[in-house]
């Protein structure tokens, strides 16, 4: 295929990678806890042999440094926690949160969320699916870059179990308005709030270091629970 072919074939992906440096000990632990807890994009995941026990699974997209993942996975051992980063140091530090809390319960990819769905993930494989702080993309000419599109929501709706539960939250009022435009009229998707369309934080979602960055600047903070439909 010539460049400009491939180019008009790449897909609009929904991050810039931007490697910043790792410290000398998030490379450290890249060096010595990836091999034991870094996941392989190109191999389907068998969770049961990954984890070696049959347990609810949550899978967390865009994760940043991790701190919040790590709380939820300390906080609820009887659950196996998946975690997709593309930036390196904030893989790092989830490796060193791992690490330092003793945790079994974490496994790691570091590459693109949507092809390691299509590839790793089994079909109704998952109980959770977390977007926490999704890019918002601000720019209109960027919105198609929005990780919340139609195809994607088919995709997540065919990886979680029947009644499986979608968590997204976004200090971004337009990105929560883009959410209820996709996920509304989904078919294979119900909006669990009870005052709907949007829920208060679950006191099971830790705060993450972008929503802390948002609140010390004064934004507000938008939470929806999607289950996916019994059949
Ligand atoms: C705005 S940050 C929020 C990070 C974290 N959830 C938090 O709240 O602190 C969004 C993160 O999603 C990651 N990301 C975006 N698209 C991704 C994709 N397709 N696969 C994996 N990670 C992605 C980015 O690298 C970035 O770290």
């Known amino acids: 295929m010539s460049d400009s ?22 490379q450290r632990a890249m060096d010595e806890l990836w091999p034991q807890f870094g996941l392989d ?3 389907a995941l068998d969770l049961e042999a990954t984890f070696g026990r049959q347990a609810p699974a949550t899978l967390e997209i865009g994760f940043g440094n991790g ?23 904030g893989v790092g530090h989830l490796l060193l949160a791992i690490e330092k809390h003793q945790l079994t319960n974490v496994r790691v990819y570091r590459h693109d969320a949507v092809e390691v769905l299509e590839r790793c993930i089994e079909d109704a494989g998952l109980d959770r699916l977390q977007l926490y702080f999704p890019d918002p993309w601000h720019k209109k000419r960027h919105h198609k870059r929005r990780i919340v599109q139609t195809p994607f929501a088919d995709l997540v709706a065919q990886k979680l179990a029947p009644q499986g539960h979608w968590h997204i939250a976004t200090d971004w009022q337009d990105y929560a308005e883009h959410c209820l435009e996709i996920l509304e009229p989904h078919s294979q998707f119900k909006n669990t709030a009870s005052q709907p369309p949007f829920i208060e934080r679950p006191e099971w979602r830790p705060l993450t270091k972008f929503e802390q960055r948002g609140q010390r600047l004064g934004h507000g ?5 999607y289950q996916r439909c019994a059949t």
């Open 67 to 89: 701190d919040s993942l790590a709380q939820m996975a300390l906080a609820e051992p009887e659950r196996d926690f998946i975690g997709i980063e593309v930036h390196g140091p």
């Open 221 to 225: 903070v938008w939470d929806l629970l």
């Open 5 to 26: 072919v491939e180019k008009r074939h790449r897909r609009i992906r929904s991050f810039v990678l931007r490697e910043g440096r790792m410290t000398p000990s998030q």
């Open 41 to 43: 994009p190109n191999q």
